[in-house]
């Protein structure tokens, strides 16, 4: 009989101890994330594990500020819907400090709001930014010696809940996103020449790759893992800085790329005293001009003149006669040789004092027609209109119907012809010109 009894109350202390480790023990704990650097606005929750209904909680923890920021603190998804009527805490990041303390029900009317004994509840929500240095830190729920600064769980009458909860650090590793180059293939040889970089990261945003510091066109393949690469023109022979970035940071090599032979095509460095009429004077300086004879240069392309200033080795000044492009503003400025050409968008900024015409509008209304060949004739044998409506050498560009550098009968016959019996049109082509020392009549 007496083992009967022994065996029942083993038996009982079994099923109590089993029941025992079903219930959720008292616990606050920090989820652990993974974070690539430098990342902003993550959300991160402190979870709790209750035994029994709770009507107030506090939550304290330690962080590196170095590499953690902490930049706003809500309540969390179990909490939020009891709309407590006390929820305010501490923080301070340059300590690295944090409390927070919530009770459900400060009035008579609510007394009885609380949290019910429940496994892994969101009772808090932290926002986070982590830096740029990869590595592993912590938020570490501690214990402090100021009363504000304790991690406690309250029953119904005040008291701290017993057991008292565990506490579980949340880890936070802080993933290393910036590119890395491994190792390469076909990475040398001349301008044009497709080599691939084999490493990682290569697919975070705002990728960059710069050989011998210029653009390189790129592409990248394997999940981030493979670059392929296009190397741009370099002025110099042999081995060029290689550079990959993104927003997440920079890999270099200086021994990235080896150039067998420099590119010679010629490479604009800067343009000098670039605006201005036709026919004002501008410089630039090009480098890989070593062959004189075979340099051409055109603004606009037009085709321009120009000399080579003396002195410089690899670097030459070019004095340039910007052309008549017939128009206003930027113009693209062409330098080449036998290898090749480099251009530059803002080549001159042309300033022209005119207005634009429809070649050979004599009476300057904004179209060519019948009128125009009479006022032209009127103008030679009669005298009237007395002043044609541009002045200067736009007075010739406008009327010079032939193209022959004078004003005079054939011209105004060349606009009947024209008009009339398909003849050739003007000189200066049909459309709206700008010509200098005319009025702006048409579009």
């Given at each position: 009989m007496g083992k009967i009894r022994c065996f029942q109350f083993a038996v009982m202390l079994s099923v109590l101890a089993c029941a025992a480790t079903l219930m959720a023990t008292n616990r606050f704990e920090v989820s652990g994330r993974n974070i690539p650097q430098s990342t902003t606005g993550v959300e991160i929750s402190i979870r709790a594990d209750l035994d029994q209904d709770i009507y107030g909680f506090s939550v304290s923890l330690n962080f590196d500020p170095d590499d953690v920021t902490v930049t706003s603190v809500r309540l969390g998804s179990a909490v939020a819907p009891l709309e407590p009527e006390f929820s305010a805490g501490v923080l301070d990041n340059e300590a690295g400090q944090l409390s927070h303390g919530v009770v459900f029900a400060l009035s008579e009317a609510r007394i009885n709001t609380k949290l019910e004994s429940a496994e892994d509840l969101e009772v808090l929500v932290l926002v986070i930014d982590v830096g740029a240095t990869p590595g592993t830190t912590t938020l570490d729920l501690v214990n402090g010696s100021?009363?504000?600064?304790?991690?406690?769980m309250t029953d119904g009458v005040g008291n701290s809940v017993s057991p008292a909860p565990t506490l579980v650090d949340g880890t936070i590793n802080i993933i290393d996103l910036a590119p890395h180059m491994d190792s390469y293939?076909?990475?040398?040889?001349?301008?044009?020449?497709?080599?691939?970089?084999?490493?990682?990261?290569?697919?975070?945003?705002?990728?960059?790759?710069?050989?011998?510091?210029?653009?390189?066109?790129?592409?990248?393949?394997?999940?981030?893992?493979?670059?392929?690469?296009?190397?741009?023109?370099?002025?110099?022979?042999?081995?060029?800085l290689l550079e990959v970035c993104t927003v997440r940071g920079c890999a270099r090599d200086p021994l990235g790329f080896m150039y067998t032979v420099a590119d010679?095509?010629?490479?604009?460095t800067s343009v000098i005293s670039n605006e201005g009429r036709a026919g004002s004077v501008f410089f630039t300086d090009v480098r890989n001009l070593s062959n004189p004879d075979t340099v051409t240069v055109k603004v606009c392309g037009t085709d321009a003149t120009f000399s080579i200033l003396p002195g410089g080795v690899t670097l030459r000044t070019l004095l340039i006669n910007a052309p008549d492009c017939g128009t206003g503003g930027w113009a693209t400025l062409e330098v080449c040789n036998e290898f090749g050409c480099d251009t530059v968008a803002e080549g001159f900024n042309y300033d022209i004092v005119g207005g634009r015409q429809v070649p050979g509008d004599c009476n300057?209304?904004?179209?060519?027609?019948?009128?125009?060949?009479v006022c032209l004739l009127s103008h030679l044998f009669l005298g009237a209109p007395v002043e044609l409506p541009c002045?200067?050498?736009?007075?010739?560009?406008?009327?010079?119907?032939?193209?022959?550098?004078?004003?005079?009968?054939?011209?105004?016959?060349?606009?009947?012809?024209?008009?009339?019996?398909?003849?050739?049109?003007h000189a200066e082509g049909t459309q709206c010109k700008v010509l200098v020392g005319c009025p702006n009549v048409c579009n």
């Open positions: 100021a009363p504000g600064r304790l991690n406690v293939l076909n990475n040398n040889g001349s301008s044009g020449t497709v080599f691939t970089i084999i490493g990682n990261n290569f697919d975070q945003p705002e990728l960059t790759v710069k050989v011998c510091g210029n653009d390189a066109e790129h592409e990248v393949f394997a999940n981030g893992q493979t670059l392929q690469v296009t190397a741009p023109r370099c002025p110099d022979k042999g081995p060029a010679t095509a010629p490479i604009i300057s209304d904004g179209s060519l027609d019948l009128s125009d060949g002045d200067g050498a736009g007075e010739t560009a406008l009327n010079d119907f032939n193209g022959d550098a004078n004003v005079d009968l054939s011209d105004g016959v060349g606009v009947l012809v024209y008009l009339f019996q398909g003849g050739p049109a």
